[in-house]
T-cell receptor, first 115, second 111 residues
Framework: GAVVSQHPSRVICKSGTSVKIECRSL??????MFWYRQFPKQSLMLMAT?????????EQGVEKDKFLINHASLTLSTLTVTSAHPEDSSFYIC???????????FGPGTRLLVL | QKEVEQDPGPLSVPEGAIVSLNCTYS??????FMWYRQYSRKGPELLMY????GNKEDGRFTAQVDKSSKYISLFIRDSQPSDSATYLC???????????FGIGTKLQVIP
């Protein structure tokens, strides 16, 4: 099946720093990618929809100035957590939608710990 | 009330058993229903995708949707130890856009 990678898989950073997470579709082009967040004992929550070449669409309650999304190519979307704080510690996972929208493939996720 | 309710388990069954996993939801706009399987330290992978009410079968897996009761199920026949994973229900008003996930049920199939 199609593969979506994420990098890094795990990151620890100090409060106030910024962290960039990459999501790549390895063997297909993805016009649309999604970013999710999962806190412990909670479900995956959609943060934003990322469309190649245009601004991301953020879900209610997600700060677009804090979670910067760039989808500059058909195979790469990045999520930058700016001025990270301990409450941003979570599991961030991306997914990529195949060109025709037939299915979406998830990356393995990135675990972020902000100290 | 959460939009999608799912019992987190864990659910332990002996090998060969029939497994029943369920979710309830409250949003009448949901038209597309999905089940994902997630192994530890991996991303979710799509198992079943159904539109509106009815049944869909794929090998040992059967998905059922009852929109009148706002209830969906996934049945796994002849369960195997390799089926041990977390199963997430998911649903949306339109395809893969605006998908809402359940919390996931952790399943363990004991040899």
């Amino acid at each position: 099946g199609a593969v979506v990678s994420q990098h890094p898989s795990r990151v620890i950073c100090k409060s106030g720093t910024s962290v960039k997470i990459e999501c790549r579709s390895l063997d297909f082009q993805a016009t649309t990618m999604f970013w999710y967040r999962q806190f412990p004992k909670q479900s995956l929550m959609l943060m934003a929809t990322s469309n190649e070449g245009s601004k991301a669409t953020y879900e209610q309650g997600v700060e677009k100035d804090k979670f910067l999304i760039n989808h500059a190519s058909l195979t790469l979307s990045t999520l930058t957590v700016t001025s990270a704080h301990p409450e941003d510690s979570s599991f961030y996972i991306c997914s990529a939608l195949t060109g025709g929208g037939e299915t979406q493939y998830f990356g393995p996720g990135t675990r972020l710990l902000v100290l | 009330q959460k939009e999608v309710e799912q019992d987190p388990g864990p659910l332990s069954v002996p090998e060969g058993a029939i497994v029943s996993l369920n979710c309830t939801y409250s949003n009448s706009a949901f038209q597309y229903f999905m089940w994902y399987r997630q192994y530890s330290r991996k991303g979710p992978e799509l198992l079943m995708y159904t539109y509106s009410s009815g049944n869909k079968e794929d090998g040992r897996f059967t998905a059922q949707v009852d929109k009148s009761s706002k209830y969906i199920s996934l049945f796994i026949r002849d369960s195997q130890p390799s089926d041990s994973a977390t199963y997430l229900c998911a649903m949306s008003p339109g395809g893969y856009q605006k998908v809402t996930f359940g919390i996931g049920t952790k399943l363990q199939v004991i040899p």
